[in-house]
């Protein structure tokens, strides 16, 4: 089932460049998250994708740890913190709902948080 709402939204944005892309290094140098904000300009924000890789420094393959989807233009990019090499804390704005999430990639622990108080949405 989660493989299916990842491959959804993959295909949904299929052919679309990110709006934005911002690369971060562990603290160690190991990994690399890289997030991209695919935002729609049209009047619906359910189209408004949000896409977390986790890359091991010299890999050539990209994990996806997180989709979301939704949320407004103000709200798209969440902010994403290395508490320690091996510990990967992503804040999501409440609006946004989980599509997809890895609690785990090889040694890093991903932990993600709502920065509102707003009940947790998964699809």
Same mark, same amino acid.
């Given at each position: 089932m989660l493989l299916l709402s990842f491959t959804v939204a993959v295909v949904l944005q299929a052919g679309c460049?990110?709006? !934005?892309?911002? *690369? $971060? =290094?562990?603290?160690?140098? *190991?990994?690399? #998250? +890289? $997030?991209?904000?695919?935002?729609?300009?049209?009047? !619906? !924000? +359910?189209?408004?994708?949000? +896409? %977390?890789? @986790?890359?091991r420094q010299g890999a050539r393959e990209t994990m996806p740890i997180l989709v979301l989807s939704g949320? /407004?233009?103000?709200? @798209?990019?969440?902010?994403? $913190?290395?508490? /320690?090499? =091996? @510990? @990967? *804390? %992503?804040? =999501? !704005?409440?609006?946004? $709902? %989980? #599509?997809?999430q890895a609690v785990q990639y090889e040694s890093v622990f991903v932990v993600v948080e709502a920065n509102e108080t707003a009940p947790l949405r998964r699809e």
């Open positions: 460049g990110p709006a !934005s892309s911002v *690369e $971060t =290094r562990s603290p160690n140098g *190991e990994f690399t #998250v +890289k $997030t991209q904000v695919f935002a729609n300009t049209g009047a !619906s !924000s +359910k189209s408004n994708v949000v +896409k %977390i890789y @986790l890359q949320g /407004s233009p103000g709200s @798209l990019q969440p902010s994403v $913190t290395w508490m /320690s090499p =091996r @510990l @990967l *804390e %992503i804040t =999501r !704005s409440s609006q946004q $709902t %989980i #599509v997809f």
